[in-house]
């Protein structure tokens, strides 16, 4: 596979990009159900599988916040050790798309469950995983932070033209 080399400005630019498309893949997918979709009327609350949902659906929004949270920490604590700056780049864009498919899953779930049952209540689950995602916003001070850059590593991650 051929190494496509790419500044610091479009390293950022394209995770960027990623986390937009995620955060509103979550809304549109919210929207069309709330609007087009969803008979709010006429929830479904009585059947078995609406019971499991009620536990289901916050059960997993717990689930995929505390598992991003160790799976993101994990994989920087083995990228602190990294020498070579391009592979800890590389691992981190890695780790972020872990991070955020780990958010994205139980909000969309809690879309689905919408859906399935009428239930306008799992969408306050979907929202709060949208801003769960919103919150983790990409960005060169948060890299900064999160792999505990030394300073040669910050003067180059800071210079948009540095290439990786």
Do not use: C, W
């Amino acid at each position: 596979m051929e190494n496509i080399q790419q500044t610091i400005k479009e390293y950022f630019k394209i995770i960027s990009i990623f986390h937009f498309a995620l955060a509103l893949g979550i809304t549109v997918f919210g929207l069309v159900i709330s609007f087009l979709v969803a008979d709010f009327q006429h929830p479904d609350n009585e059947s078995d599988f609406a019971k499991i949902l009620v536990y289901l659906v916050p059960g997993l929004l717990i689930v995929g916040i505390v598992a991003s949270k160790m799976v993101f920490s994990n994989r920087l604590n083995i990228l602190k050790d990294e020498m070579d700056f391009k592979l800890k780049l590389e691992k981190y864009r890695e780790a972020l798309i872990i991070r955020y498919a780990l958010l994205e899953g139980p909000g969309i779930f809690a879309l689905v469950s919408v859906f399935l049952t009428n239930n306008s209540e799992y969408l306050i689950y979907a929202a709060a995983m949208l801003i769960f995602i919103l919150i983790k916003k990409p960005s060169i001070k948060s890299a900064i932070n999160e792999l505990e850059l030394d300073q040669t590593e910050i003067s180059k991650i800071e210079n948009p033209d540095y290439v990786i």
